[in-house]
């Protein structure tokens, strides 16, 4: 089970590393945007609308909304990953520590509940 748990220690820093990796790539293109639609407006609103000007924007914003998303795709993989692997951690650790009650097990459902107003009233 160590083997496990060192496992799951080194995905998860590699998931980490990744989400701050896709987190950049989002505020690259962010900014790329950003100055994107700045050009633009500055070329358009020039006394002679600069053509070169406004295609350079185009490009920039277009290129900026395509890795954006691709941004945006990459972050919510990392994301689901790191879902499932504390689904793994906290099996390893329910499997690791078995006495110890789960939350679930606990915690009062709804029969409980009811079981116990019926004993009280």
């Known amino acids: 089970m160590l083997a496990e748990r060192?496992?799951?220690e080194e995905k998860e820093k590699n998931l980490k590393e990744a989400e701050k990796e896709a987190v950049n790539d989002i505020d690259a293109a962010n900014e790329l945007l950003s100055d994107g639609t700045t050009k633009l407006a500055n070329s358009i609103s020039?006394?002679?609308v600069d053509q070169h000007g406004v295609k350079v924007a185009s490009l920039m914003i277009e290129t900026a909304k395509v890795n954006l998303e691709k941004a945006k795709t990459k972050l919510a993989s990392v994301r689901a990953k790191q879902?499932?692997?504390s689904v793994k951690?906290?099996?390893l650790f329910e499997?690791?520590?078995p006495?110890?009650?789960s939350k679930?097990?606990?915690a009062p459902t709804?029969?409980?509940i009811s079981r116990k107003k019926k004993k009280t009233h």
Do not use: D, F
Request: no cysteine; charged share 30%.
């Open 89 to 91: 951690n906290k099996q």
């Open 110 to 112: 709804q029969s409980k």
């Open 99 to 101: 006495g110890l009650p």
């Open 46 to 48: 020039s006394s002679a």
């Open 104 to 106: 679930k097990r606990n």
């Open 6 to 8: 060192r496992t799951i």
């Open 95 to 97: 499997r690791t520590l």
């Open 83 to 85: 879902r499932i692997l």
